[in-house]
């Protein structure tokens, strides 16, 4: 019985393709808009739209039909409307230029919007003075492939997200750029989805953030130069893998901020020149290892209500702080990390130090209590402040502590996203994807 029910399926797909038809779009083509070609077009259908600029309004998209621009035609909103609304499932939709978007401060609106659909795939895009560049609602089994989405945010109240997905499964988000909005890539109540090889730059406030997301990962990613690079709050079983947190510099600036996320793995990633390389706050049962951690200001920050974590295998490299610990009781484990500060020996050539380092030092648990002290970092007094708690600990946790520090670094080599040692989703094995 399956197999006539599979036959019959192909049979009925291979006719849906043979009937399908192919329409072009131009100033001098029977179709001349682009909303005529998907009015006369049948789901199935192929539309290809020439090069050109076209100013139609919001386009609905409400049938299955793949859209091709050649050329990269724009699709100009004229600072009126929303641009594309995808409301169809199996739409494939290429090659587009979208820009101007009308401004609302009471509606949120996109360039293209891919409302409750499924199955779609939106690639090599170019969305200019938008909102929100790319917008999913509801939707799910999709892909967000090689886009490029630039703005001029200049605040976070004047501006949206340049990818941005509510309530949403099973995405794909991969190799886009996105550059100067609110953040880079947004999620909310988004689950089992992927974020991959993106580029992140100079956005207001995150270049990516989660919210009350789970069983996602992100890797191979690069956040540069954001207000800060990630947040990742209120969520559970995400997976950080081989992506780069760059020079977010600034008060309240985070290479990798965590907020309440249980059960993560943060590994082969690199934070190198971020105010702050991770802060984590309530967060518990996360595996920190084969990171690098350079030139930051704080390294890792780990604040109260942190439980049973694993710090392991990591590089600390030239940070002017490379840990703080603001809890007194911690069962938080961080043996056999290599601290280029450490200053112990190693007398069986074991590649293990045999005296135990103590990566808090005294000065940082001053400055955050006073941060103007920070202004005596190099000074003579803050060496030998630190030189005896370390001798005799009073104020830092007594037991954070390196038992098995390194000598030598780790190899980190970055994880790479075609790598076969990298799950597609490495915390829950039973995720049907």
């Keep these: 019985m399956f197999r006539w029910i599979l036959i019959s399926t192909l049979m009925l797909a291979g006719q849906a393709v043979l009937l399908a038809n192919t329409f072009r779009v131009c100033k001098t083509c029977p179709a001349s808009s682009v909303r005529e070609a998907i009015r006369q077009a049948r789901p199935c259908d192929t539309i290809f739209v020439e090069t050109g600029i076209y100013k139609e309004g919001n386009i609905l998209i409400d049938k299955e039909l793949t859209l091709i621009g ?18 169809a499932n199996h739409v494939h939709f290429e090659g587009f230029v979208i820009k101007n978007v ?109 919210m009350f997301s789970n069983d996602d990962i992100y890797r191979g990613n690069t956040f540069y130069n954001n207000g800060a690079g990630v947040a990742v709050m209120y969520s559970k079983r995400i997976g950080m893998f081989a992506n780069e947190f760059k020079n977010n510099w600034g008060p309240a600036a985070y290479g990798l901020l965590l907020k309440e996320i249980h059960d993560g793995q943060i590994e082969g990633n690199t934070f190198q020149e971020n105010t702050v390389g991770i802060f984590a706050e309530t967060s518990n049962r996360i595996v920190y290892s084969k990171n690098q951690f350079i030139q930051n200001g704080w390294a890792l920050k780990i604040s109260g209500g942190c439980q049973m974590n694993n710090l392991t295998n990591n590089n600390f490299i030239g940070n002017s702080f490379d840990l703080a610990v603001h809890s007194a009781g911690t069962d938080n484990k961080f043996d056999g990390n290599f601290w280029s500060d450490y200053a112990g020996y190693d007398l069986d050539h074991n590649g293990i130090g045999d005296v135990p380092h103590r990566p808090m030092k005294l000065f940082s648990y001053v400055v955050s209590k006073t941060p103007e002290s920070l202004v005596l970092l190099r ?40 790598n076969d040692t990298a799950p597609v989703h490495p915390l829950s094995s039973t995720v049907n994807r």
């Design 102 to 210: 009308g401004t609302s401060y009471s509606e949120d609106r996109a360039g293209i919007r891919v409302k409750e659909a499924s199955d779609f795939y939106v690639k090599n895009c170019r969305v200019e003075n938008a909102f929100f560049g790319i917008y999913l609602q509801k939707s799910k089994n999709g892909i967000i492939e090689g886009n490029e989405v630039v703005g001029e945010a200049k605040d976070e109240v004047s501006s949206g997200n340049a990818i941005h997905l509510w309530y949403c499964n099973n995405v794909l988000i991969i190799n886009n750029k996105t550059i100067g909005h609110r953040d880079g890539i947004y999620l909310e109540f988004v689950n089992f989805s992927t974020v991959q090889g993106n580029f992140s730059e100079r956005n207001v406030r995150y270049g990516l953030h989660f």
């Design 379 to 418: 000074s003579l007094f803050v060496d030998i402040l630190n030189f005896s708690e370390k001798v005799s600990p009073i104020f830092t946790p007594e037991n954070v502590v390196d038992n098995q520090p390194l000598l030598k670094t780790v190899d980190s080599q970055r994880w790479t996203v075609d």
């Design 70 to 87: 050649n050329g990269r035609p724009v699709l100009d909103g004229e600072g009126k409307t929303e641009i594309v609304t995808i409301a």
